[in-house]
């Protein structure tokens, strides 16, 4: 089992930045694949950047976006430079038993957060 609690959502003003965090606690071996999603009202969750040998990020963020993780600390990243309205929505982490195809593919995770809103003011 794999406890996941995400920390350091909140408002900001377009241009400007906010780091998320995730503390992953639990079997380590369950999380041979880990990401960060978001999710607007109403829509699916969407992957933003994964991490399963590599990273992956979804095009939108491409630039803008880092995840990361501290083993030692038992902590998922993802450091968010350069936020627009657009980026604004609940974001999660994941994590997965098993090392993943797709890191931004939604199905592809056995645990998630409880979530941390985001928003971004024009």
């Known amino acids: 089992q794999v406890q996941l609690v995400e920390f350091g959502g909140g408002s900001v003003q377009a241009g400007g930045s906010l780091r998320l965090s995730c503390a992953m606690s639990?079997?380590?071996?369950?999380?041979?694949?880990v990401g960060w999603f978001r999710q607007y009202p109403g829509k699916r969750r969407e992957g933003v950047a994964g991490?399963?040998?590599?990273?992956q990020y979804a095009d939108s963020v491409k630039g803008r976006f880092t995840i990361s993780q501290d083993d030692a600390k038992g902590t998922l990243y993802l450091q968010m430079n350069s936020l627009q309205p657009e980026d604004g929505a609940m974001y999660f982490c994941?994590?997965?038993?098993?090392?993943?195809?797709?890191?931004?593919?939604?199905?592809?995770?056995?645990?998630w957060g409880q979530g941390t809103q985001v928003t971004v003011s024009s």
């Open positions: 994941a994590a997965s038993r098993d090392f993943c195809y797709n890191a931004l593919n939604d199905a592809e995770y056995d645990y």
């Open positions: 639990g079997d380590i071996s369950s999380r041979k694949c």
């Open positions: 991490i399963t040998g590599s990273t």
